[in-house]
């Protein structure tokens, strides 16, 4: 069966983020169909408005959008109903439904969520740390961190840190290398979550024969010999084991299911830091 495709406009007048996250996940539900992005971020005046008209006029589809002015939502809505494109204001239904909870009404601010404000410097700040400390680098202060993720090469440790930074967690990852013992800091880390990530050996074999591939690199190591991958594997759950580090499986896991586990533990973690 051949994949089916629609055309999907996204139309904000902020970054966009919200629109692509709602849609992505709603349209990943639908098996053998996938969705031809048209994103329009920063959509504020009438004049950036025509371009996104002309484009649905064009190719109609579904439109979904947060427009917060009322003037560019309508003329939006106008064009939708003449293409004959089912349009929907994502965020009209969580406003509404916030609004009659608290008694109150939404002020229109375009892009408010964005605005510099204490949590935003927080995610900077935590993206800075992260970046300088991937891949074991700066070990000297790693219990400055909120998170520690160890583990043998390719367990998705970059990726993973990087995620929990953009959600303001400082985190620094340290790779779990054959011969090579672990900085001694790990030993006596109080203040950091230190989590342990595993895969199975055909799963690190496979990510990391690729990796030599894209190199161009010579395959016929230990790096990627089974039994040799097996023996590491093995050796860093004895490691997780012996320092009661919890263990993540990411072998079916994305990037963010391993990192809402993640988080899940640091929020325990943290209540049983305060309480010591």
Sequence with gaps: MGRSYFHLHLVSDSTGETLITVARAAVAQYEGIAAIEHVYPLVRSHTQLQRVLSEIEAAPGIVLYTLVEQDLAERLEEVCRATGSPHLSVLAPVHSLLSSYLGAHSTARPGAQHMLNAEYFKRIDAMNFTLLHDDGHL????????????????????????????????????????????????????????????????????????RLLSLKADDDTSYVDRDAVAEEIAASRRLFARHSWPMIDVTRRSIEETAAAILDLYRDHRMRFIAE
């Design 139 to 210: 070990p000297h202060d790693l219990d400055e961190a909120d998170v520690i993720l160890v583990g043998v090469s390719r367990t998705s440790k970059t990726p993973t840190a990087i995620y929990l930074a953009n959600r303001g967690m400082k985190t620094a990852n340290i790779p779990l290398v054959p011969g090579v013992p672990p900085p001694a800091v790990l030993e006596t880390a109080r203040k950091a979550l230190i989590v342990g990530l595993v895969a199975t050996p055909e799963r690190i074999v496979q990510i990391r024969q690729n």
